[in-house]
């Protein structure tokens, strides 16, 4: 689940050795709220209009349809609030939580007020240049948007006609229900199950996303900062989440090396990008995960 489609996923999984990590490892379902879909149609006014729990029932509305009983879950910003507002109602279902830039309280007087704006120029202007602009700076840091030699870059070219591309009343009800959400936090310190958290530094969700970690504890969360880097980690720095989603998944027993005959023990995992037989630390530094990384900050052990 994600704040624009699956435009929050794309430089993610398009990337080769994400590619080889997930894709190739794991049968993956994606879900967009209702009316956010590629080419859905103008929600109808008769249709009432849904609150965050209603998402999160929908989840596993999702799951029982497709018969999933277990699940590892990845969100972004809004998305991400939903699948944790769902791990806490159905924490047998849940397995580990990935979330980017994750939200976890009730809005700020700022932000309820910034959402309202938001809002109205949804319902007068639609998808106007201004709101395009003003989501933009949620998403991506200002050095990403700004580009090399001030030329925008594909990404965010791609996520403009993303946004055209949506209903704007669709738009304005998934935001209504997210700026009336409920704060999460006593929930968090009950809940169990893994979690591996993203987030970009320049995001405007940075604070929250460190308070979730904070709350949830070393025990049972892992974080990882992107310096540089806004609210969309998957676009901007995709290649800076393999190595700790990787070990996260071990953690689970997964992508382990197989039992490979003698003459070929020595060779790599064909579907994993590492080689878990030893993992260096310096396998963490920004000069082995890609030429135009920042840095990454970790504040707990993501062996878990």
């Known amino acids: 689940m994600g704040c624009t489609d699956s435009f929050c996923f794309q430089g993610l999984f398009f990337c080769p050795d994400a590619a080889s990590l ?31 729990d209603d998402l999160a029932e929908q989840v596993a509305e999702v799951l029982d349809f497709f018969g999933l009983e277990k699940v590892l879950c990845l969100g972004v910003t809004a998305g991400a609030y939903i699948l944790t507002l769902f791990a806490m109602k159905y924490q047998e279902r849940m397995l580990g939580l990935i979330l980017v830039s994750p939200i976890c309280k009730a809005p700020s007087w700022t932000e309820w007020l910034y959402n309202k704006v938001l ?7 639609g998808m106007c240049g201004v709101l395009k602009e003003c989501l ?3 998403y991506f840091s200002k050095e ?6 001030g030329a925008e870059s594909d990404i965010i070219q791609a996520c403009r006609r993303v946004l055209d591309q949506g209903q704007s009343l669709n738009v304005l009800h998934f935001l209504q229900a997210i700026n009336e959400r409920h704060d999460l936090t006593k929930g968090l310190k009950e809940l169990q199950c893994k979690t591996l958290i993203f987030v970009g530094e320049s995001s405007p969700f940075h604070t929250e996303s460190l308070h979730m970690s904070a709350t949830m504890g070393s025990k049972n969360c892992g974080l990882v900062e992107v310096q540089a880097c806004g609210s969309l980690v998957t676009e901007e720095y995709p290649l800076a ?14 992508c382990k090396q197989p039992n490979f005959p003698s003459s070929s023990s020595n060779g790599p995992n064909p579907t994993s990008p590492l080689n878990h037989s030893c993992i260096a630390p310096e396998l963490l ?7 135009k990384l920042k840095p990454i900050k970790t504040r707990a052990d993501i062996n878990i």
């Open 136 to 138: 933009l700076q949620r």
């Open 22 to 52: 997930l894709l190739h490892n794991f049968c993956i379902y994606h879900i967009d709220a209702s009316g956010h879909e590629l080419g859905a149609d103008e929600i109808s006014s008769d249709f009432p209009l849904l609150n965050v």
């Open 119 to 125: 809002m109205n120029l949804l319902y007068f202007y």
């Open 144 to 149: 990403f948007r700004s580009g090399e030699h």
């Open 241 to 254: 989440m393999l190595i700790p989603i990787e070990l996260f998944l071990m953690g689970f027993g997964y």
């Open 285 to 291: 530094s920004p000069e082995s995960l890609g030429i």
